[in-house]
């Protein structure tokens, strides 16, 4: 099993920035996906940023540019630095750990950006 804690979440202002960690535990595999969703009221819940072990990332159109995902292998942790926030992104961020067929996740970290 795979126990994942998450922090960094809060209020910030349009224009802000903030920085969400997401450190994971118990029986990790070296090579795996770590990242974020996130699911805003009313919405389904999207694919945010992705990184595998081997240091590849993957965006959502909507974060390009602004967000930037990144991950140290020896602590298991992965970050998500979200520059430039929108309203838009206001949102409960998921942190989840993939590795082939299984996957964890998070409590959830809750992000507000006020216009």
């Known amino acids: 099993q795979v126990q994942l804690v998450e922090s960094g979440g809060g209020l910030v202002q349009a224009g802000g920035s903030l920085r969400l960690s997401c450190a994971a535990s118990?029986?990790?595999?070296?090579?795996?996906?770590m990242g974020w969703y996130r699911q805003a009221p009313g919405k389904q819940r999207e694919l945010v940023a992705d990184?595998?072990?081997?240091?590849?990332?993957d965006y959502a159109d909507s974060v390009k540019g602004r967000f930037t995902i990144s991950r140290d292998n020896a602590e298991n942790t992965v970050y998500l630095q979200m520059n430039s926030l929108k309203p838009e992104d206001t949102a409960i961020y998921y942190c989840?750990?993939?590795?082939?067929?299984?996957?964890?996740w998070g409590q959830g970290t809750q992000v507000t950006v006020s216009s």
């Open positions: 990184v595998s072990s081997g240091g590849n990332t």
């Open positions: 989840y750990y993939r590795h082939l067929g299984t996957a964890a």
């Open positions: 118990g029986s990790i595999f070296s090579i795996n996906h």
